[in-house]
């Protein structure tokens, strides 16, 4: 019976299990967004939940021989059984509205959804599909940040993801970018705010770096809500919030804002 029930993460509530699946993961009591996985994220937005995952031929591999408590090749594995993923992003091909789209969704669940070298390679080959092919690119983010255990390969993915949506910024295709919670470090300061709209869901944490770093760097209390989706949005650096129960219908509307697609 324990499992039927669970506590919501911001009100406190108990909350039956059920109710909050049928509710997109949204408490009932207070809207509080619950953390939604990569396939999860696919099912909800493409028409009739049906898709073709792509790029799944390519895996993450240790070019450092990274090691700090645990090894990264034993965390890519634990996480990889954890999350049944090859990495942390899915790209996937589908329609939304009956328009084709290519979408890439992050996973936390792997690694903090962090952007190492092949997701920051799917996100390229994605962007390069949807310019090939005269698609529309979505990508759901949600991450802490380009993957430590990297290093510099790692950082290398800000420019070349930068770059590849760029080119579709030059070629006329729709990108919409959507932030979730968490999206913050590499991830914010590359391809999640290049998006032609720029959107989030309710009380999104989304920044580069964490409060505690920016206020020792400057030397001030940093004002109340800082890096939520709202700040954002009252100072410019977001387009709009959407609700979850609202994306999907919001998504089609814009992409046929962007592609001058009547309904």
């Not at 939940?49 to 591999?61: A, C, E, M, R, W």
């Not at 899915?90 to 939304?96: Q, S």
């Not at 991830?187 to 920016?214: C, K, Q, Y």
Request: with cysteine.
């Amino acid at each position: 019976m324990a499992n039927l029930w669970t506590r919501c993460n911001n009100c406190r509530h108990i909350i039956y299990k059920q109710d909050i699946l049928e509710n997109l993961s949204v408490c009932p009591a207070c809207n509080f967004h619950f953390r939604l996985s990569a396939l999860d994220r696919l099912r909800m937005l493409l028409d009739e939940g049906q898709y073709n995952l792509i790029d799944q031929n390519i895996f993450p591999v240790d070019p450092l021989g990274f090691e700090d408590s645990v090894k990264y090749s034993k965390r890519l594995e634990e996480s990889k059984n954890r999350t049944s993923l090859a990495d942390a992003v899915l790209n996937a091909e589908g329609t939304l509205g009956g328009i084709p789209v290519i979408i890439s969704a992050m996973e936390f669940g792997f690694m903090g959804g962090s952007m190492g070298s092949i997701v920051g390679e799917k996100i390229t080959r994605a962007a390069e599909k949807v310019l090939r092919e005269r698609l529309s690119l979505i990508i759901v983010s949600c991450s802490g940040g380009a993957r430590m255990q990297e290093g510099a390969l790692s950082l290398m993915q800000l420019m070349k993801t930068s770059s590849a949506v760029a080119k579709l910024n030059e070629a006329g295709l729709p990108f919409i970018s959507v932030l979730t919670d968490p999206t913050t470090g590499g991830v914010t300061a590359s391809f999640a705010m290049l998006g032609d709209i720029n959107i989030a869901e309710p009380n999104a944490l989304i920044g580069f770096a964490g409060p505690r770093v920016i206020e020792q760097t400057i030397k001030e209390k940093l004002p109340k809500g800082f890096q939520s989706s709202e700040f954002l949005l009252r100072h410019g650096m977001l387009d709009d919030i959407v609700e979850r129960k609202n994306l999907r219908p919001y998504l089609i509307r814009a992409l046929r804002l962007l592609l001058n697609r009547p309904q």
